[in-house]
């Protein structure tokens, strides 16, 4: 059963510790996202990656986090330092997006990681 | 750029009645639609998605959608509800490009009261 596996599933931080959430896409997808939940702001676009390579960051504070794909098997989202204001659920997703459109899948997402910073 | 709207942050119906979640996109190209159900403490999970082919879309669960271009709507809908469907709902959109990143609306969330 082929699924986006997020770890941690929950995670609680001090204020200015480094965070780091780890996403296994679907073996196969060539695109990941990465999307962060909160109450006030709902779903929001950080950023994508197609093969490896970024697309779009532009939803993610570049200050304090960064997004990288070491490998076409692992995404990493990390935050340095935390603030309390980055509590929230992050879902990573996975689809695969080809050249000519045919073959497209949607976006496949993971159970997301609750992180508080207290 | 597109956008979608959800009218209504919290919808409530009895048990086997119609369940309507509504939804509105903006988009300056044909848009691809989707619509997402989110259990407590879950992912979400794809209910169906409109790429311009039928504009009446069926999903999982007995849920369909339906494509307007004339109300640029695009509302989710199932016959009779049942006590499993209390979630929260999101559409979504995204442009033809191969850009594939969706912009969700705000969510509905949805009860079914016995």
């Known amino acids: 059963d082929a699924r986006v596996t997020q770890t941690p599933r929950h995670k609680v931080t001090e204020m200015g510790q480094e965070v780091t959430m780890r996403c296994q896409p679907i073996l196969g997808h060539n695109t990941v996202f990465w999307y962060r939940q909160t109450m006030m702001q709902g779903l929001e676009l950080l950023a994508y990656f197609r093969n490896r390579a970024p697309l779009d960051d532009s939803g993610m504070p570049k200050d304090r986090f960064s997004a990288e794909m070491p490998d076409a098997t692992l995404a990493t989202l990390k935050i340095q330092p935390s603030e309390p204001r980055d509590s929230a659920v992050y879902f990573c997703?996975?689809?695969?997006?080809?050249?000519?459109?045919?073959?497209?899948?949607?976006?496949?997402f993971g159970q997301g990681t609750r992180l508080t910073v207290v | 750029a597109q956008s979608v709207t959800q009218l209504g942050s919290h919808v409530s119906v009895s048990e086997g009645a119609l369940v309507l979640l509504r939804c509105n996109y903006s988009s300056s190209v044909p848009p691809y639609l989707f619509w997402y159900v989110q259990y407590p403490n879950q992912g979400l999970q794809l209910l169906l998605k409109y790429t311009s082919a039928a504009t009446l879309v069926k999903g999982i669960n007995g849920f369909e959608a339906e494509f307007k271009k004339s109300e640029t709507s695009f509302h989710l809908t199932k016959p009779s509800a049942h006590m499993s469907d209390a979630a929260e709902y999101f559409c979504a959109v995204t442009k033809d490009t191969g850009r594939r990143a969706l912009t969700f609306g705000s969510g509905t969330r949805l009860q079914v009261q016995p």
């Open positions: 997703a996975s689809g695969l997006v080809l050249s000519r459109g045919r073959g497209n899948t949607e976006a496949f």
